[in-house]
């Protein structure tokens, strides 16, 4: 991956980078928030990797004050919409996704 992003980030390049991303499960960092998050709603790591994979962008991507792209993506699994609001962004290694959230509605 390349360690710069395009400006403006598109919503197809986000989904692209996300896509790929959602390969190397090394490049994915969960946050406090979305680890305590994904417990209480019953999603798994693999729900997760699903909807990096197979969603669709609903929401974003715009760039926040610190430089990261958020982003709200959506799939259906097992049934029940399920919504990841995730950051793309980059480090000396090159880009990461931060889980920010997850969002299990009742289907």
């Known amino acids: 991956m390349s360690l710069l992003l395009p400006f403006p980030l598109t919503q197809k390049k986000a ?3 996300i896509r790929a991303l959602s390969q190397v499960s090394e490049r994915i960092f969960y946050s406090p928030h979305a ?3 994904m417990i209480e709603r019953g999603v ?5 990797m699903d909807c990096l994979g197979k969603g669709l962008i ?3 991507p715009y760039q926040q004050p610190g430089g990261d792209w958020r982003f709200t ?6 049934g029940s919409p399920l919504e990841i609001v995730g950051a793309i962004d ?3 290694e090159g880009t990461f996704l931060v889980i920010v959230t997850t969002i299990k ?3």
């Open 105 to 107: 509605k009742k289907g």
């Open 90 to 92: 980059v480090d000396d």
């Open 44 to 48: 798994s790591m693999p729900d997760v």
């Open 73 to 78: 993506i959506s799939w259906f699994r097992a």
């Open 15 to 17: 989904l692209e980078i």
């Open 35 to 37: 680890k305590a998050r």
């Open 58 to 60: 609903r929401e974003g």
